[in-house]
C-alpha cells in the first residue's frame, strides 16, 4: 500500500471518530454494553472496513468476501458503527440506537443469522479466533479445488481482532498452534494489546512474552500502533506477503481512547462511559449531538461503496467465465455450496450381524463422504479409536485438498474451527472424540446450536460400555447433558443398520449440530418390527418389537435395544406382552404431534425407558427408567454394567413392577 | 546431586526394568491399556520415586511429601509399577494382576481416593498439570503461613509428567501461563517428548517450539534425555535452584522403549503389545517369567524405605518442636487441615430488602472468608462482576499471603487449579465465573466432582435475566446440566437471606463440589412461610407460602421463587389456594424420605414448577413447567422475560389448568 493521502487520513479519521461516537452514544443509551474496545481500536476499524477488507456491503453473502471476526465478541458497537458506515443494510441507524434491545439488529454480542455482516456469533472469548482458523482453511481447501491457473476464483483473507481475554483462553492457543502446523498463511490476527482487562491491569494474572508464544506456534509476529494508518497498512502488507504463516499483528492501543477520565482504566471497559463522561468526550473529540456521524465519514464510504460494488462485480464476470471454461468444476462448485445431502449408497448388513456402531458409523462415513465430497472433517487425535478415517489424505500445509484434518488433541479448538468451516460455506464437515470429552469442546457445541450450523459431531464410546479406561472415560451424563442445549439433535442408533441411517440423518439436518452417539462395543443386528423402520425413524423413533395392546413399552436407544428386546424376551415368558421402541432421538421424537408419539407409545401403558445414563430427561416420557445415576468404574465392560446393575434382569424387574 | 554411582545406576536400571516388566505383563493380562508411556518414561520413574521424590509410602498423606502427578494419566502402569516397588500398600501384586478390573486398586486411569499415592484423577488430558499448578501455589499460601524463620514446616515440590497431548490441550497452556506469572519456582514438569500421538507422528498437527511457548510464559527450559539418570538429576537440580520461574525439563524419548518392533511407533501407544512382541520383548530386557520383579529393585527400595521413614519422622519431629514454640500457628494448622467450616456471622436482611443474590453472595463471602482464614479463591476475570472480593490481597509472586487468585481469563484452568488446592490439603478454594462459561470449566468440575472434592463454584448471572448481554451470555440449559454431574451439589438461592444460608451449606458440604448459582439482578427478600427455615432448606426445599390442603404447589428456584408468590396471589384472586416451595437443591430434595417430601410436596396435588431454563430434569417432580426451551435474547431483562414468555400470567394460567 502507498504512502497514506492527506485526503485519505482525514476519511479515516472522521471514520473511526464516528466509531467512537455511535459506540458510546449507543452503549450510554442502552445503558449498558463495552466501551473500551470501540473507543481503543476505532482507527483499526477505519482502516479495515475501509480499506483493507475485500466486500461488498449490498452483498454480505458474496462468497469471495474477506472475513473478519470480532472475537472479542463484547466490543459489538465496533462492529455495528463500522457495518452501518459501509452500507450493510441490515444495520441501520435504529437499529444502533436500539442496541441491545429485543428485536435490535444491534444485539449485545454479535449474532451470526441476525445481521448481515456478522460472520460468526462471539462472546464466549477465545472462539472467534478458533472460528477463524476454520475459516482460512475452509479458504485454502475450496481454493485448491476450484481455482485454475488462469483463475482465482476463491482468494480471500480472513481478518480477526482479539484482546487480552481471548488469548488468555486455551482455546485460541489450541487453534493458532494448529493454525501455525496448517500454514494459513491468509490467517490475519489483529491483536488489540491495550493491557487491560475487567480485573484491571493484564499484570494481575497475565505477563507472558505473547509475541513469543506466537513465533513458537510459527506464526509470523509483526508489532505496530493501533494509531498510525500507515504503519496498519504496511503491516497488513507485511503480513500478506507471508504466504506460508499466519500473522499476528501486535497493536499497542489504549482501551476507551479518547474518554478524558477513562481511557487507559479497566473502568472503560464493560460500562457505560456515563452521561458526564460522554459530554467531557465528546468536547474532547469536538463533536456536539447525539449519534454523531461525521459527513465526511459518510461520502468516504459512498465512494467506497461504488468501488466495491464493482469489484464484486468483477468476479461476478470472471466467475461467469471461469464457470463457462470449467463447466464440471463449476456442477461440483453448485453441488458444494448448495450444502445438499448427495444420497450415499448406504451399507446393508444382515440380522445377526455384529459391529460397534462406532465400526458401523466408519462404514457409513466412507460411503457418505465418497458421494459427498465436500465434507471434511477429522478427529482430536482418534482417528482409529473413533474410527472416522476415510479415503483421503490429511489436509496440510501441501496437500489442500486432502480431506481428513488431524487436529491434534485438542477439542474444544477442533469443534470451534468446525463451526468456522461450516460457516464459510462450501463445506460439509464432522468432527470427533470420546462422548465424554464432549464436556471439552461443550461450549463450541453450544455456538454450533445458537448459530444454526450442521456440523456434524462423531462421538463415540458413548457410556459406561467403554469398560477398562474407567469412569474418567465412561460417559453417564455427558448424552443427557448434550440434549439438553437447544437446536443439539442427539442421534444414539441401536445397532448398525440404525447407524446408516443416522449418518443419512445427519447430513440431512442443515437446521443445526448432529451428535452421533457411537458404542465402543460391539452390538448384534437385530430384527425391526416395523418394515417401514426407515422412514419411521426419522420422527425419533420406531417399533423394534410390534405388540398388539402392549402391558408395557420399553424405549430404549443404542445399546440397549438388544438389552431391551432381551428383557421383553424374558417376560414374555411371565405372560407380559412388551412393546421395544429404539428411540434414536429423543428430542425428534418429542416434538412429534400426539397422533404420532401415541402410534409408537400408546396411552396408559406402562413405559419404561432404559439407556446406560441418568435418567433425568426421561422421567416426562418413562414411569420407570433403567439408568446410572453415577460415575462408572475400570472393568471389562460387562464386568461394570453387572457391577452397576445395569443388566436384563434388572430391565426385566421393572418391566414386572406395578404400573404407578 | 553428585555423580551417580555404578551401584546407584544399576538399582534404577533394574527398578526401570521392573516398570517395563510389570507394565507390559499387566497390559498383556488385561487385554487394555497403555504400554508406550510406561515403557518409554521408566528411566524417570525409577530416579523419581528413587531418588527425586520426598515421599514415605508408609504414610501416603504426609502433608510435606512433593507431589508427583502423572497428566499423562493413561499410562498408569507407570505409576502402580512404581508405587508398588516403593512399597505404597495400596497397590499389591494382586491388584497389578488385575489392572484395569473392577475392584482392583490399579484402575485403567489412576484414580484419587481409590489408590494410596494416586494424587490426583487423571486421563482427561491437560488437567493434571493444570491441577498441579493449584498445589504448587496451594503450597507456597501454606508456607507463607506457616513456615518461620527457624522451621520450614511446609517445604515440598510438586512434579508432573505430561506428553504431547497434554501439552496440545488448551488447559495446560492456560495454567502454565499463570504458573509463570505466579512465579511457582517450585513446579517441575517433566515433557516426555516422545513425537508420538494416538495418529502417528506429531508432526501431523504439532510441530510447534514448545520449549520457545514455555518461555514465553515464563517458565526455565532444560533439555535432556529420558536415559541418562546423571543428566535427570542434574536437570532436577537446576530446576530446584530456580526459584522463581517453574521449571519445564524437555527430556527426549522413545514411546514404548524396550519393545523391539512396537517402540516409537503409535501401535506403542494405547494397546497391548500382544503375546508375541511381548516374548519379543523379554527377550531383548533379558528376562523370563511373567510379572518380573528384579530382586536388586526391591532390595534398593526397601533401602530407601527405611531413609523415608526416617526422613519423614524427622519432619514430624521438626513439627513437634515448631508446634511448640508457635502454639498459635499450631491452632490454626490444625484448622486449616480439618477442613471444617468455621461459623460465620452471616449477614442479616428484612423482608423487603432488595439485592441481586450474587451482592449477597459477596456479602456471606466476606463474612465466611473472615471466620474461614484458610479460604482462597477467585474469579476468572470476572471480580466485579462476579461480586467475589473479599478483604484480602491478591495472591502474587510477591504475596503468597494474598488470598484472593486472579486466574485471568481462563476458566478451565482455574477450575482444574482450584481442584488441585483443595486437593493439596489445608486450604478451601472458591472460585467463579458467569454461569454460562460453566461450559467451558465443564471437564475440571466433573473431576471435582468424581474425587469428591469440596470446591465451591460460585456462578453468577444464572439464567436468561443476564438482559442485554444475550444469548451467548445468558444460560438456559447450564444449571440442568450441572444437576446431571453425579456429585455435584447445585444450590440456587432464592433471596438474600437465602444465599447467605447458601454459602454456609457449600462450607458444610465436603463431600464434592457446590455450585452456587447466583442471580445478576436484583432480587426482593420475601417473607419465609416456615419459622425454621434455615433447617429445613438443609433437606434441599422449605415451604415459603404455606397453605392448609393447598390445591396447587409451585416449586421455584432463585429469582423464580418471587415470581411464584406473585402467580399465588394472581391465583388466590381465582379462589385456587397455591402453596409455594422453595428448592434451592433439587438433587438433595430429591434424596430425601418420602415422609420429607411429601411435607412439603403433598401427594396428589397438582405440581408446577417454575425455572428460567429448559424444564428437562423437573418432569419427575411436577406436572407442568414453566420453562425456557430456546436460546435466550439481548436485551433488558424484563423486557427479554417477556418476550419469551417467562411471566406471571404464564405461570398463573399453568396453576389454572386441570391436573393432568
Redesign the interface.
Same mark, same amino acid.
Given at each position: 500500500m502507498d504512502k497514506v493521502t492527506t485526503e485519505k487520513r482525514e476519511y479515516l479519521e472522521k471514520a473511526a471518530l464516528t466509531v467512537r461516537t455511535l459506540s458510546m452514544d449507543a452503549i450510554q443509551k442502552?445503558n449498558?454494553?463495552h466501551p473500551g474496545l470501540p473507543l481503543g481500536a476505532a482507527e483499526l476499524g477505519a482502516a479495515l472496513y475501509g480499506e483493507i477488507l475485500k466486500h461488498d456491503p449490498s452483498d454480505p453473502k458474496w462468497v469471495d468476501r474477506d472475513r473478519f471476526i470480532l472475537s472479542a465478541?463484547h466490543g459489538s458497537m465496533f462492529l455495528y458503527s463500522l457495518l452501518y458506515l459501509s452500507g450493510y443494510e441490515d444495520v441501520s441507524m435504529d437499529d444502533i440506537k436500539a442496541f441491545?434491545?429485543?428485536?435490535?439488529r444491534a444485539?449485545? !454480542?454479535p449474532?451470526y443469522g441476525v445481521t448481515g455482516g456478522v460472520e460468526t456469533?462471539?462472546?464466549?472469548? =477465545?472462539q472467534g479466533l478458533a472460528t477463524a482458523v476454520g475459516m482460512a482453511a475452509a479458504e485454502t481447501m475450496l481454493a485448491a479445488r476450484f481455482n485454475t491457473e488462469e483463475d482465482m476464483i476463491v482468494d480471500h483473507y480472513t481478518y480477526v481482532l482479539c484482546g487480552?481475554?481471548?488469548l488468555?483462553? =486455551? /482455546?485460541?492457543?489450541?487453534a493458532s498452534?494448529?493454525a501455525?502446523?496448517l500454514g494459513l498463511g491468509k490467517l490475519i490476527v489483529f491483536y488489540d494489546s491495550n493491557k487491560i482487562?475487567?480485573?484491571g491491569s493484564t499484570d494481575?494474572?497475565?505477563?507472558?512474552? /505473547?509475541?513469543?508464544?506466537y513465533?513458537?506456534? =510459527?506464526w509470523q509476529v509483526l508489532n505496530g500502533s493501533m494509531y498510525d494508518f500507515e504503519e496498519i497498512f504496511r503491516l497488513v502488507a507485511e503480513a500478506k506477503a507471508e504466504a506460508e504463516r499466519p500473522s499476528l499483528i501486535v497493536l499497542k492501543s489504549i482501551i476507551g481512547k479518547g474518554s478524558p477520565h477513562k481511557q487507559n482504566t479497566a473502568d472503560a471497559h464493560?460500562a457505560p462511559l456515563g452521561a458526564d463522561e460522554v459530554v467531557a468526550t465528546k468536547a474532547a473529540l469536538r463533536v456536539s449531538g447525539d449519534f454523531f456521524v461525521s459527513p465526511s465519514a459518510v461520502a468516504y464510504f459512498k465512494m467506497k461503496q461504488t468501488e466495491w460494488k464493482k469489484n464484486r462485480e468483477d468476479w461476478e464476470r470472471r466467475f461467469a467465465a471461469w464457470s463457462r471454461k470449467n463447466p464440471e468444476k463449476r456442477a461440483e462448485w453448485d453441488l458444494f455450496y448448495s450444502g445438499a445431502y448427495m444420497p450415499a449408497s448406504l451399507p446393508v448388513y444382515a440380522v445377526g450381524d455384529k459391529a460397534a456402531t462406532r465400526a458401523a458409523g466408519n462404514k457409513a462415513l466412507r460411503s457418505v463422504a465418497k458421494a459427498n465430497q465436500n465434507l471434511v472433517g477429522g478427529?482430536a487425535?482418534?482417528?482409529?479409536?473413533n474410527a472416522v478415517g476415510f479415503d483421503t489424505d490429511?489436509f496440510?500445509m501441501t496437500n489442500r485438498l486432502g480431506r481428513y484434518i !488431524?487436529?491434534? /488433541?485438542?477439542e474444544?479448538?477442533m469443534a470451534a474451527i468446525s463451526n468456522g468451516i461450516a460457516l464459510h460455506g462450501g463445506l460439509r464437515v464432522f468432527c470427533s472424540t470420546f462422548m465424554?470429552?464432549a464436556?471439552?469442546l461443550?461450549?463450541a457445541l453450544?455456538?454450533s446450536?445458537?448459530m444454526k450450523q450442521p456440523v456434524i459431531y462423531v462421538l463415540t464410546h458413548d457410556s459406561i460400555y467403554v469398560?477398562?479406561?474407567?469412569?474418567? !472415560?465412561q460417559p453417564?451424563?455427558t448424552i443427557?447433558?448434550l440434549?439438553?442445549?437447544?437446536?443439539v439433535t442427539v442421534l444414539r442408533p441401536g445397532d448398525a443398520e440404525e447407524t446408516a441411517v443416522a449418518w443419512e440423518m445427519a447430513m440431512e439436518n442443515r437446521d443445526g449440530p448432529t451428535v452421533l452417539a457411537l458404542s465402543r462395543q460391539t452390538i448384534t443386528v437385530f430384527p425391526k418390527g416395523d418394515p417401514d423402520w426407515k422412514n419411521t425413524i426419522k420422527v425419533g423413533a420406531y417399533i423394534v418389537r410390534k405388540e398388539n395392546n402392549p402391558d408395557v413399552v420399553i424405549i430404549a436407544t443404542g445399546s440397549e435395544v438388544n438389552l431391551a428386546l432381551s428383557a421383553a424376551t424374558l417376560a414374555e415368558e411371565s405372560g407380559k406382552k412388551v412393546q421395544v421402541v429404539s428411540m434414536i432421538c429423543r428430542e425428534l421424537f418429542e416434538r412429534q404431534p400426539v397422533l404420532i408419539r401415541e402410534a409408537l407409545v400408546p396411552p396408559s401403558v406402562r413405559v419404561v425407558a432404559a439407556e446406560a445414563g /441418568?435418567?433425568?430427561?426421561w422421567?416426562?416420557l418413562a414411569d420407570a427408567v433403567l439408568s446410572i445415576?453415577?460415575?462408572g468404574?475400570?472393568?471389562?465392560a460387562d464386568?461394570?454394567a453387572e !457391577?452397576l446393575g445395569f443388566t436384563v434382569e434388572a430391565l426385566a424387574k421393572l418391566i414386572e413392577a406395578e404400573p404407578v
Open positions: 442502552a449498558s454494553g465478541g441491545r434491545q429485543v428485536g435490535s444485539p449485545g !454480542h449474532e456469533t462471539t462472546g464466549p472469548l =477465545g487480552d481475554g481471548c488468555q483462553e =486455551g /482455546v485460541s492457543g489450541e498452534s494448529l501455525g502446523r482487562t475487567i480485573d494481575l494474572s497475565f505477563n507472558e512474552d /505473547v509475541a513469543a508464544r513465533r513458537a506456534y =510459527g464493560g478427529s487425535d482418534l482417528k482409529g479409536p490429511p496440510s !488431524h487436529f491434534g /488433541v485438542r474444544f479448538a465424554v470429552f464436556d471439552y461443550r461450549p453450544r455456538l446450536a445458537l469398560g477398562e479406561d474407567g469412569p474418567t !472415560h453417564v451424563e443427557a447433558s440434549r439438553l442445549i437447544p437446536g /441418568v435418567k433425568s430427561g422421567e416426562g445415576e453415577r460415575f468404574e475400570s472393568g471389562p464386568k461394570v !457391577h
